[in-house]
């Protein structure tokens, strides 16, 4: 049922949605460190983290459950990590293991519904409204036997955390009350319970800033915010934010919108502090030809790209161009770069270098230029992937990246899930 | 202590046909043979067009990954580890 047959004219006066919960909310816990553990039996029950280099200065991207009980966490450093518990196990990742163990649990989960969306390599959300699974068993019941079949079909250290609710938003929020392997649900009868249990900045999307500024309107808790009137929650927000919030936390969809794809990106955190042009060219081309080949791959030209830059100091610079030819090539592509890399703060240790392109466009017939061959371009170009396609990425590859095979590893998008539509269509 | 080691192994491989399941039974390496009695993952991968099966195994005390090339059929042990 619509909530528009809930809202009252003026739009103030809705209550918590009081439909059943189908919408369902899995994620898999500590991902890449519990995949690692059931892998290699030897490793269970230990502290351990999955981390972006093993050296000391290494990011730490997944602390196994028993690291985070001994308080590290995603983002220390590995010297910090190894300050807390010095036999701290230290992997790199393999991303290879964990797009096996998504695909294997989406294959899982398309066993209960089509409406369903990755939102992440460790995080599914599932529509189960209407679904012949919901015939017999109790939602609950579903998430039940999605946990034993985890254990089953992938393995049994895996585990996840599950949240219900009538929403994205709620389920969430849900699945995140009892780590490891929970399941929780948020519903008419108990989210009043619920709320008056959390903070405002428990709530994903509330942080410093938009707690300010309820506060500022004498909204304290997670129930003020609930039971404040739309004008409220406008003058608090002063956006269409405040009708989204409205919603939310009365159990209404608002969040069920996909965007497609708008740019293609790669990025790199250097494992050393380079800070002139000889060195991070090499590097820069290899991002560029690694984000090329992918947007070839799908079929794509650009014209428009996007250097971004970090710095060790914690500045940042980035500068984006819209580009007066289409292009594919990743040399044309890498020139543009290059101009952009020119215009930074060449002669500051850079820590992460970030390419992307956007305005794209469908491959289809090139334009020809007058000074360029361009269908020469093109055959070259698709000459050289179907050769790396065929015989493993940088088989063939331009001069400039000689020096760079142990730069720019393959590795798993943050929260992105665009990556793997690329290897999931495969 | 994890080990990267990239050399051939042999692999006596099984596989139930009632179960369909695969399993790495037992492996020689460095002529030495090795029971194998746990499977933690099963997972594949590509290179270029070739398809790789990678079997994350341990006997009693060893860990191994081992490599399947389904285009040569020819086993690899890519890494050992011992009990932590």
Same mark, same amino acid.
């Given at each position: 049922?619509?909530?528009?047959?809930?809202?009252?004219?003026?739009?103030?006066?809705?209550?918590?949605?009081?439909?059943p919960s189908f919408?369902?909310?899995?994620?898999?816990?500590?991902?890449?460190?519990?995949?690692?553990?059931?892998?290699?039996?030897?490793?269970?029950?230990?502290?351990?983290?999955?981390?972006?280099?093993?050296?000391?200065?290494?990011?730490?991207?997944?602390?196994?459950?028993?690291?985070?009980?001994?308080?590290?966490?995603?983002?220390?450093?590995?010297?910090?990590?190894?300050?807390?518990?010095?036999?701290?196990?230290?992997?790199?990742?393999?991303?290879?293991?964990?797009?096996?163990?998504?695909?294997?649990?989406?294959?899982?989960?398309?066993s209960y519904t089509?409406?369903?969306?990755?939102?992440?390599?460790?995080?599914?959300?599932?529509?189960l409204e209407g679904y012949p699974c919901l015939r017999e068993k109790s939602i609950k019941d579903v998430?039940?036997e999605?946990?034993?079949?985890?254990?089953?079909?992938?393995?049994?250290?895996?585990?996840?955390?599950?949240?219900?609710?009538?929403?994205?938003?709620?389920?969430?929020?849900?699945?995140?009350?009892?780590?490891?392997?929970?399941?929780?649900?948020?519903?008419?009868?108990?989210?009043?319970?619920?709320?008056?249990?959390?903070?405002?900045?428990?709530?994903?999307?509330?942080?410093?800033?938009?707690?300010?500024?309820?506060?500022?309107?004498?909204?304290? =808790?997670? /129930?003020? $915010?609930?039971?404040?009137? %739309?004008? #409220?929650? &406008?003058?608090?927000?002063?956006?269409?934010?405040?009708?989204?919030?409205?919603?939310?936390?009365?159990?209404?969809?608002?969040?069920?919108?996909?965007?497609?794809?708008?740019?293609?990106?790669?990025?790199?955190?250097?494992?050393?502090?380079?800070?002139?042009?000889?060195?991070?060219?090499?590097?820069?081309?290899?991002?560029?030809?690694?984000?090329?080949?992918?947007?070839?791959?799908?079929?794509?030209?650009?014209?428009?790209?996007?250097?971004?830059?970090?710095?060790?100091?914690?500045?940042?610079?980035?500068?984006?161009?819209?580009?007066?030819?289409?292009?594919?090539?990743?040399?044309?592509?890498?020139?543009?770069?290059?101009?952009?890399?020119?215009?930074?703060?060449?002669?500051?240790?850079?820590?992460?270098?970030?390419?992307?392109?956007?305005?794209?466009?469908?491959?289809?017939? =090139?334009? /020809?230029? $007058?000074?360029?061959?361009? %269908?020469? #371009?093109? &055959?070259?170009?698709?000459?050289?992937?179907?050769?790396?396609?065929?015989?493993?990425?940088?088989?063939?590859?331009?001069?400039?990246?000689?020096?760079?095979?142990?730069?720019?590893?393959?590795?798993?998008?943050?929260?992105?899930?665009?990556?793997?539509?690329?290897?999931?269509?495969? | 202590?994890?080990?990267?080691?990239?050399?051939?192994?042999?692999?006596?491989?099984?596989?139930?046909?009632?179960?369909?399941?695969?399993?790495?039974?037992?492996?020689?390496?460095?002529?030495?043979?090795?029971?194998?009695?746990?499977?933690?993952?099963?997972?594949?991968?590509?290179?270029?067009?070739?398809?790789?099966?990678?079997?994350?195994?341990?006997?009693?005390?060893?860990?191994?990954?081992?490599?399947?090339?389904?285009?040569?059929?020819?086993?690899?042990?890519?890494?050992?580890?011992?009990?932590?």
């Amino acid at each position: 049922m619509n909530f528009k047959n809930y809202i009252n004219t003026n739009t103030l006066n809705l209550d918590f949605n009081p439909n059943p919960s189908f919408i369902m909310h899995l994620d898999i816990n500590s991902c890449f460190a519990t995949i690692e553990q059931q892998v290699n039996p030897f490793l269970r029950g230990k502290p351990l983290v999955v981390a972006a280099y093993d050296s000391p200065g290494g990011c730490v991207i997944a602390p196994s459950i028993e690291a985070k009980k001994i308080g590290i966490r995603v983002g220390m450093r590995v010297k910090d990590a190894k300050e807390i518990f010095p036999d701290v196990f230290v992997l790199t990742p393999d991303p290879w293991k964990y797009r096996s163990v998504h695909l294997a649990l989406r294959k899982i989960l398309l066993s209960y519904t089509n409406n369903l969306v990755a939102k992440s390599i460790d995080e599914f959300v599932l529509n189960l409204e209407g679904y012949p699974c919901l015939r017999e068993k109790s939602i609950k019941d579903v998430a039940k036997e999605i946990k034993l079949r985890i254990r089953e079909e992938i393995g049994e250290w895996m585990s996840v955390s599950v949240g219900i609710s009538t929403n994205r938003f709620l389920a969430k929020l849900a699945s995140s009350f009892h780590k490891p392997d929970g399941l929780d649900e948020i519903n008419i009868n108990n989210y009043q319970k619920v709320y008056s249990g959390l903070k405002l900045t428990d709530l994903s999307g509330i942080k410093s800033r938009n707690a300010f500024r309820l506060n500022m309107m004498n909204i304290f =808790s997670v /129930l003020d $915010f609930y039971n404040s009137p %739309l004008w #409220k929650l &406008k003058a608090s927000f002063k956006s269409i934010n405040s009708y989204y919030w409205f919603l939310r936390l009365r159990g209404w969809e608002i969040d069920d919108f996909e965007t497609s794809r708008k740019s293609y990106g790669n990025s790199y955190a250097l494992p050393k502090p380079f800070k002139d042009l000889n060195k991070l060219s090499p590097i820069l081309m290899k991002l560029v030809e690694k984000m090329s080949f992918r947007l070839r791959k799908a079929n794509l030209k650009t014209q428009g790209i996007h250097l971004a830059l970090y710095y060790r100091d914690g500045s940042f610079w980035h500068q984006g161009v819209k580009t007066s030819r289409v292009l594919f090539d990743t040399r044309d592509i890498y020139k543009e770069m290059l101009r952009l890399l020119g215009l930074s703060y060449l002669g500051k240790p850079v820590r992460e270098i970030s390419v992307s392109c956007f305005n794209l466009v469908k491959a289809k017939s =090139s334009q /020809l230029e $007058f000074f360029d061959d361009v %269908l020469k #371009k093109e &055959k070259l170009t698709e000459s050289i992937d179907e050769i790396n396609n065929r015989w493993g990425e940088f088989v063939v590859y331009l001069a400039k990246m000689v020096n760079t095979k142990d730069y720019v590893p393959d590795r798993i998008a943050f929260g992105g899930v665009k990556e793997l539509e690329e290897f999931t269509l495969e | 202590m994890i080990q990267k080691i990239d050399s051939p192994v042999s692999v006596k491989l099984v596989f139930d046909s009632k179960e369909k399941r695969v399993f790495p039974e037992e492996i020689i390496w460095n002529e030495k043979v090795y029971s194998i009695v746990k499977l933690g993952l099963h997972h594949t991968f590509k290179k270029g067009k070739v398809l790789y099966h990678a079997f994350s195994v341990t006997s009693k005390t060893l860990f191994f990954k081992l490599i399947l090339n389904t285009e040569t059929l020819h086993w690899n042990l890519e890494q050992i580890a011992d009990e932590f």
